[in-house]
């Protein structure tokens, strides 16, 4: 069987198909352009540089397109990084999609659709039950596909999905431990806080930022779907503002990109499961690519640190 991208270790030689998930340009020190490149299949990414990049390159290797490399893995500065020796863009007679190549939410759609309607039918709050069912029925195939970020946690496909159903779950748990909790709000935070999201990326494969999303960004998108909603579903009460609440604040700061910061209990509770899932989502995805025994790559929003994997289990 064909190793996995994840599964070559450092100094091992790679020949097989990729998809890029980004490109950025830019110029080396002798002034001569080179591609950054962030490769993938369907066990992760790993970045990659090309040196001496012609205009012509730039071009062609654009994210969402498939090529076929070969190179070295190696470790630079604590990271690994592939040293690309060869490189073209696939051809039709090569038989490979992007589907092949796309890493994907360990549930299916079906089973985060089931779920997260599950936990709407348990609403008894029908105002907060008719506006997350209305929100959620307008963006549902895209909710059940796009990533939850372009980097960092859930960037895969059905991500967005999968955060929230783990979320929801979590929720489930804390509502249990603390029954003062309004679970409705809680559960309706969940589902709606990251939905903008949905119109702030342009989709599942090479996510990126769409207009909306780089102007106005995923936040003030939701709120503004969560008024619209009321207005069609003829819906008025204190629900309306307190959800818009939820949405503005799950960031937690404002040094985060939280427009408000969390001033209802709910709100607090959302910030920190949100907080907790996208930890251990990165913390999983990083730890999946150590042996026992070693350090991670550092983890960027983890404040630049290295996690070890112990050699026991428990």
Known sequence: ???????????????????????????????????TLILQDRSGDIEAKLWDASDDEVKIYQPGKIVRVAGEVHNYRGRMQLKIKQIRRSAPQDGITVADLLETAPLSKEEISSKVTQYIFEMKNPNIQRITRHLLRKYYEQFLEYPAATKNHHEFVSGLGFHVVSMLDLARSITELYPSLDRDLLYAGIILH??????ELTGPVAAAYTIEGNLLGHI???????????????????????????????HGKMEWGSPKQPMIKEAEILHLIDNLDAKMNMLDRALKRVKPGEYTEKIFPLDNRSFYKPTFHS
């Not at 030689?13 to 340009?25: E, S, T, Y």
């Not at 990251?194 to 119109?199: A, E, S, T, Y």
């Open 194 to 199: 990251d939905l903008g999201k949905v119109i």
């Open 220 to 250: 003030t998108i939701m709120v503004e779907e969560i008024g619209k909603a009321a207005e069609e579903l003829g819906i008025q009460g204190e629900e309306i503002v307190v959800l818009q609440h939820l949405v503005l604040s799950h």
């Open 1 to 35: 069987m064909l190793k996995e991208l994840l599964e070559y270790e450092v100094g091992e030689h790679v020949d097989m198909f990729l998809l890029i998930k980004n490109a950025v340009r830019g110029i080396a020190s002798n002034g001569k352009p080179f591609l």
